[in-house]
Structure formats: C-alpha cells, structure tokens
C-alpha cells in the first residue's frame, strides 16, 4: 500500500547482502561467522531442537556441514528413484 513504510528495495538489499551471499559460499550456514550467529540468535537459551528425536531419518543431514552435497541416504530419495 502507498501508506505503507515497508521498502522493498531495501528489504531486497539486505535479504542479498545478509542471506543469498553467504549461503552461496555456505550452503549449509555452519561455518560462515554471520550465518553461525543467525542460528545461536534463533536458539537463545541453547536447548537441542529434538528433530533427531522426532525424524531420527534426518539426523545426518542436519549435523552434516559440508563441503558439498550431503552424501547420506535421505527418505525421499526412494520416491524420487520411483518416479
């Protein structure tokens, strides 16, 4: 709306500068310093998100940190080797 403040450009630049930048050099967000401190900010009292607990099937893909492609056994890849 044009009452409103929100400017999309602006939004755009940082969304480019403080996101799609650093995670074309870490597509996983586990080693660039920013992107570490993004997810220290999302969990600010420290406590272990359970999807281990809860999608055991998961567990590497979301320890995995790269470099490359995450070379484990993911549970959709049976259905796509289905289709």
């Known amino acids: 709306p044009e009452e409103s403040r929100f400017d999309l450009a602006k939004a755009e630049k940082g969304e480019d500068e403080n996101a799609v930048r650093l995670f074309a050099e870490d597509s996983y967000g586990c080693r660039d310093e920013a992107l570490q401190a993004k997810r220290l ?11 281990s ?31």
């Open 41 to 51: 900010s999302r969990n600010p009292y420290s406590r272990a998100v359970p999807y």
């Open 53 to 83: 607990l809860s999608c055991p099937e998961l567990e590497g893909l979301l320890r995995w940190c790269g470099p490359g492609v995450y070379p484990g056994h993911l549970p959709w890849d049976a259905a796509a080797a289905g289709t």
